[in-house]
């Protein structure tokens, strides 16, 4: 397989296939409305038990199989990556492939501060810590967690610390619930320097709730930010990021937005999804994956498992957000199971 390192493959759509997510765990230790509604994610809820997850080895092969296509970099997710045991052992292998020049982590921050520096030996280049909110009772409502703020924040610092910066911190805003604290969010980043990206609220999965009133659309965001803080439009650097990103023209640093529902960037998505039990997703909102750890567990050589994998990609013609509403569509799986 070695000799087709880096090849690339194309979808249907032209778009190459470059970034590779991987759910960990479906398991969190918040219960964010949003994500995991405590309603539907309580004590009764059966997650998946660990055989059924991928091992730290079946995901490295899975990821020497992406890297041969052309992915060259890889975000570790979940639930919450940090639940699953020596995530650095992973990290570690992720970092090691041929091809991969980037591994990056997203994370609630809870578990953040003990891992940081063992996970930046290990090779991660990159963290992004998810913070909706500053104020204690907001965070509280919006995770939903007996965790404390202060430990996530305590998180954030450590990643800096350990040379992981600068951190990128995801706050999703809900009209009415969090979105007055959006100031407060921009200045602890530009003081801590940091990298706040602003989420629009998604219709992911099927048990948020979404309401399209309670999204703040990203106009409204920069509005308002750019009202106290004056910044200007930075490039988008490569095909595939999903952030549009701005500069605080004081040079202060950078602020993002991702306008998933009001201004998608499928044209552009060159990102696939693997599921915690290993199935391939080749969108956020896809309603079935492609089985790899059927194909990892039936024997297959790394030869087989490349094809499972490009030839899924070149019949790709995902484009969900660029048509949301305008037809039906059958039931999503949901984020924490995916990989947010
Ligand atoms: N538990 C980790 C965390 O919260 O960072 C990683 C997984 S989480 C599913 C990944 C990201 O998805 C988080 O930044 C979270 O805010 C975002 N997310 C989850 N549900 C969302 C939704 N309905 N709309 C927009 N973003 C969402
Ligand atoms: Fe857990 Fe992350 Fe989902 Fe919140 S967004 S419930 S922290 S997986
Ligand atoms: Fe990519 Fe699907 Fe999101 Fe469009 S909706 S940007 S195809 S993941």
């Given amino acids: 397989m070695a ?9 249907t759509r032209g778009r190459p296939l470059r970034d590779l997510r991987i759910s960990v765990t479906d398991r969190c230790n918040f219960r964010c409305p949003y994500c995991m509604p405590r309603e539907l994610f309580g004590p009764d809820h059966a997650f998946l038990p660990r055989s059924e997850l991928l091992t730290y080895d079946e995901i490295g092969r899975v990821v020497r199989a992406f890297a041969a296509t052309g992915v060259t970099k890889v975000r570790l997710t979940g639930g919450e990556p940090l639940l699953r045991r020596d995530l650095s ?3 570690g292998i992720v970092a090691g492939t041929e091809g991969v020049a980037d591994v990056a982590l997203t994370t609630n921050g809870s578990l953040l501060a003990a891992q940081a520096e063992a996970l930046k030996t290990a090779g991660l280049r990159r963290v992004t810590v998810s913070l909706d909110s500053l104020d204690p009772d907001v965070f509280q409502q919006m995770a939903d967690t ?10 954030i610092a450590a990643a800096r610390d350990a040379g992981l910066g600068p951190v990128k911190l995801n706050a999703v805003l809900r009209r009415g619930v969090n979105d007055d604290g959006l100031l407060e969010l921009v200045d602890y980043a530009r003081e801590g320097g940091h990298v706040l990206r602003v989420i629009e609220f998604m219709d992911v999965g099927e048990t948020n709730g979404w309401l399209p009133d309670e999204v703040v659309p990203a106009a409204e965001v920069l509005a308002r930010v750019q009202a106290v803080h004056p910044m200007e439009p930075v490039g988008r650097s490569e ?11 004081d040079g202060s640093g950078e602020f993002g ?9 499928c044209g552009d998505c060159t990102r696939a ?4 039990v290993g199935e391939l997703y080749t969108c956020l909102f896809a309603s079935t994956g492609t089985d ?34 305008q037809q039906p569509t059958p039931p999503k799986p949901e984020m924490s199971f995916l990989g947010g």
């Fill in 146 to 155: 007996k965790i404390r703020l202060d430990a996530v924040l305590d998180g």
């Fill in 292 to 325: 790899l750890r059927a194909v990892l567990r039936g024997g297959a050589d790394d030869d087989a498992l490349y094809e499972a994998v490009a030839g899924r990609w070149r019949v790709r013609d995902d484009n969900y957000s660029e048509v949301r509403g």
């Fill in 89 to 91: 052992v992973l990290v």
């Fill in 239 to 249: 095909r595939g990021e999903v952030a549009e990103r701005w500069r605080f023209l």
């Fill in 257 to 265: 937005l991702i306008t998933s529902v009001t201004k998608p960037f």
């Fill in 3 to 11: 000799s087709r390192a880096g090849t690339e493959v194309r979808d």
């Fill in 273 to 276: 999804r693997l599921s915690a």
